[in-house]
């Protein structure tokens, strides 16, 4: 008998809507889900290798607890009595001793996240923190800082654009499936696609324009793009006019940044500049100046986001047709969301986070997501104070946080080390306890409130029983809080419970998500009225050029660009990227995955690598003071003679995954652990390297 | 030929190898063989822009298939009624004749069995109303499946709306 299962992929974070053909407890088919627009069957490869992560025998079988050092992969398999008694036990000493502070949980932002957040809170601790900021917390800020609502809060409309620009934003490998359709539709009706980056990556490929820009240097390329779009007044006069705070601030502070200027800055013809502001404005509203989602690369990370967001407002393209715009929440409709254990009433904190996010040390970062590259300094220095505990969930430091040996040294220090996971990341190889969870096809999750034009949520529903001994997060954190005391924030028994009780006041059920996967609170696409209705959420209730955010806090809105430094005669800028086949680190053991791209290579642009006697296929040394390694070279002239390239998500440590063991080189090797201590992102492409051939 | 017509719409492919991964996914096959393959041109710079092309590369299901002339035992196959060219595995006794007759390296070789398989355009999803797994997953739905003379005309309908005028 064969069944149909609506469910969510969980391949990468972007979590698409699925179909699962499930016979006799086994997955036949995935595919797209046929209801969604955007989706109509496809998958991303991610997606397609779904079944062979659930039939993976590499992939996490049992609890187990380390027997031997950390890292030598001596574990004994014990139920899930003995590992939760043992966790509980640990976490109740160190509890008992230094406080519930001194307990730290990261995890991949998930649909489950308020229970780990409930978890944290009920014990005590303000340290929950997730990888997102060490991909995009200085986009968050800098979309605050100018609109009064995140990153994640707002969206672009593909689908209707008429120009796209991409600074780096390689969607056509890092592939959300629903927007590269919508993006490829409007290309087919007309639209343009600029994108720069250094590197020529597959989405480069697809553009109408393409620029080489030097590394580092879009802020620049935007200040020139603003300097055009002011002086030739392509800008949205009726829009900045009624929506713009700070207006006169910009003008007179993109005075000096002419294309002139930027040219000799980026490498980009000044006439390039020019006639790029002037074509993107003939499109206005209906333009994208992507923010992008992975943006983490200097430490003014804040003021290139802003720069983009600045774009889209003199394009009048916010909260237009073909442009940005604020997701719309069940509110909008007279409906409620699903609701989120996080709602209960906990124990007041008194003490700082341990990012000191809130303090003057870093007072801008969002902290519903913390700043999780800073963990490694706050242990080493135990400043604020000692932490003595990690519960990795989903997440993997070793390989997320830059600076590899910095991190590991850091790890070092902990008493107590716990990963719920899937894989043997290196995290998990590397730890105390090992709580695996079942996959994504294996589980139902907590519900997905999806806001945007059209309010829906979606439900990952359980398509087979778990392959091996495993349990979802949200009974793994319950199970342990019974253990510790804080039984009674988790009011549920089974996944089943918690769904009913997060559902309770939104006028569905559960069963309402069978027939599709989703349920949606209106059919009509909601864009605010751009005249009056426009409610973003600044003190000035206007998009601040000018930003109070910043302001309060002693930041500069506008502040000197300052040159970017072109590495020394014999070093490279150290770039890193994404492409199709692997999602950031937790795929490279995927057997469908890896026999496709099995390792990383650098790239490394032909006239430097001549100069350093680099030969193509053969083997180099890349050293920073961070660390060194060895990689493949791959010789091209498709990347900017100050850069080298490589994939991130290599070279893995642990050895019982077998597959991605040793293949490849890590990129967190190399880099060094600073961050735009505004934004809140790491700067991850602000080391350089030496490559000599090894 | 068969009666049916792959199109693969290069405007819309990014090269992503969503059709190989999903293909091995519905075949249940090991790390080696691959029955349809996405093969990288590029990228090279023309007139300044970076292009590359992705070349989708199936079965062509010949007319007068080398591959099932070539077999000694009969297992390649091809069907009367559609023009389909498959392995009967029954029949395969891995001599891999028809991998050497193929001037297209479509015939390929499953260790774990130690016979031939082949893109056989998935005739039991065909047979079953659907179209082949590449096909239904193509996560631009560049790929397009049908009896030759009903594959929507894309480039045709596509240059022309370019080249057209509403004066």
Redesign the interface.
């Known amino acids: 008998m064969q069944k149909e299962v609506y469910s969510l992929c969980f391949m990468c974070s972007v979590r698409c809507p699925i179909r699962v053909i499930v016979e006799n407890d086994d997955v036949k ?4 889900n046929p209801h969604v627009p955007g989706m ?6 991610r ?6 992560l659930l039939k993976d025998h590499e992939r996490l079988q049992s609890p187990m607890i380390r027997i031997g050092p950390r890292g030598s992969g001596k574990w004994k398999k014990v139920s899930w009595d003995e590992a939760l008694g043992f966790v509980a036990e640990k976490l109740k000493d160190i509890i008992a001793q230094y406080g519930g502070h001194s307990v730290v949980l990261g995890e991949r932002t998930q649909i489950s996240t308020h229970v780990s957040k409930t978890f944290m809170r009920a014990i005590g601790s303000p340290n929950h923190f997730t990888h997102d900021a060490v991909c995009k917390g200085s986009v968050n800020t800098a979309c605050r800082s100018l609109f009064g609502y995140t990153d994640a809060q707002m969206s672009m409309d593909y689908k209707n654009t008429k120009h796209i620009i991409m600074y780096g934003r390689n969607l ?2 890092s ?1 959300e ?1 629903k927007p ?2 919508n993006l ?1 539709d409007a290309i ?1 009706k007309g639209a343009k696609l600029t994108y720069i980056d250094p590197r ?1 990556s ?1 989405t ?7 620029l080489m820009i030097r590394p580092g240097t879009d802020l620049a390329l935007n200040y020139a793009l603003i300097n055009i779009i002011l002086k030739e007044n392509l800008y949205d006069r009726g829009y900045t006019d009624r929506w713009v705070l700070g207006f006169s601030d910009l003008q007179s502070f993109v005075q000096p940044y002419t294309p002139e200027w930027a040219e000799a800055e980026t490498g980009i013809p000044a006439a390039e500049i020019v006639a790029l502001a002037r074509e993107v404005s003939r499109d206005k509203p209906s333009v994208i100046f992507h923010f992008g989602y992975r943006g983490a690369n200097h430490t003014d990370e804040i003021y290139m986001r802003r720069s983009i967001m600045i774009l889209n407002t003199l394009m009048g393209s916010v909260e237009a047709k073909g442009g940005f715009f604020v997701k719309k929440g069940p509110g909008e409709v007279g409906g409620k969301p699903a609701r989120k254990l996080t709602e209960q009433k906990f124990p007041k904190i008194e003490v700082p986070r341990f990012d000191q996010l809130g303090t003057s040390y870093l007072p801008l970062p969002d902290p519903s997501h913390g700043v999780g590259q800073i963990l490694p300094y706050a242990i080493l220095d135990e400043n604020p104070y000692p932490l003595r505990a990690l519960i990795a969930y989903r997440f993997d430091p070793l390989m997320s946080i830059p600076d590899f040996n910095l991190v590991k040294k850091a790890m070092d220090k902990l008493e107590l080390i716990v990963a719920i996971e899937i894989n043997l990341s290196d995290t998990a190889w590397y730890s105390d306890v090992i709580l695996p969870e079942p996959i994504y096809l294996e589980r139902l999750d907590c519900v997905r409130q999806v806001n945007g034009l059209k309010p829906q949520m979606f439900l990952r529903q359980q398509a087979v029983g778990p392959r091996y001994d495993s349990r979802p997060g949200p009974i793994i954190l319950k199970q342990i809080g019974e253990r510790i005391g804080i039984g009674e924030y988790f009011p549920y028994d089974s996944i089943e419970e918690l769904v009913c009780w997060q559902l309770e006041e939104t006028g569905f059920s559960i069963e309402d998500f069978k027939a599709k996967g989703f349920v949606s609170y209106t059919d009509k696409q909601i864009f605010w009225d751009r005249k009056d209705g426009l409610k973003f959420k600044t003190p000035s209730g206007k998009i601040e050029f000018t930003s109070s955010l910043l302001k309060d806090e002693g930041f500069d809105s506008f502040p000197t660009y300052e040159s970017r430094t072109s590495p020394p005669t014999d070093q490279f800028r150290l770039i890193t990227g994404r492409c ?2 692997h999602t950031h680190i937790s795929t490279q053991n995927n ?6 791209v099995p390792e990383n290579v650098l790239w490394i642009n032909t006239k430097r690598a001549e100069g350093i006697g680099v030969k193509n296929g053969r083997m180099v040394e890349v050293s920073s003071p961070q660390g060194s390694g060895k990689i493949g070279a791959f010789v091209t ?2 990347i900017h003679p100050e850069a080298v390239f490589m994939l991130h998500g290599f070279g893995h440590q642990a050895k019982l995954a077998t597959r991605s063991y040793k293949k490849g080189l890590h990129d967190g090797l190399l880099m060094k652990n600073i961050s735009d201590m505004i934004g809140g992102s790491p700067a991850l492409h602000h080391t350089f390297v030496t490559v000599k051939p090894a | 030929m068969s009666k049916y017509y792959l199109f693969q719409d290069s405007k819309r492919c990014i090269g992503c190898h969503s059709c190989e991964v999903i293909c091995k996914m519905n075949k249940n096959l090991p790390v080696g063989p691959k029955l349809c393959e996405i093969v990288t041109t590029g990228p090279t710079f023309i007139a300044n822009l970076p292009r590359a092309a992705f070349t989708f590369m199936p079965c062509f299901h010949c007319e007068d298939a080398w591959c099932v002339a070539a077999c000694p035992t009969g297992a390649m196959q091809k069907r009367s009624r559609d023009g389909i060219v498959f392995v009967n595995q029954d029949l395969c006794v891995g001599c891999k004749t028809c991998m050497s007759a193929c001037p297209w390296g479509a015939p390929q070789w499953n260790p774990e069995i130690g016979k031939v398989v082949k893109c056989d355009y998935c005739m039991d999803r065909v047979d079953a109303g659907l179209e082949p797994a590449c096909v239904t997953i193509c996560t631009t739905h560049c790929l397009h499946f049908r009896k030759a003379n009903l594959v929507p005309s894309i480039r045709r309908e596509r240059y022309a709306r370019v080249m057209s005028s509403l004066d």
């Open positions: 088919w995935i595919e797209g109509e069957g496809s998958l991303c490869p997606g397609a290798a779904g079944i062979a056509f490998e592939i499936v590269v359709n490829m087919e020529v597959l480069a490929i697809k553009a109408h324009r393409y199709a086949l057997p469908y995955l890896n026999e496709i002239d498709l």
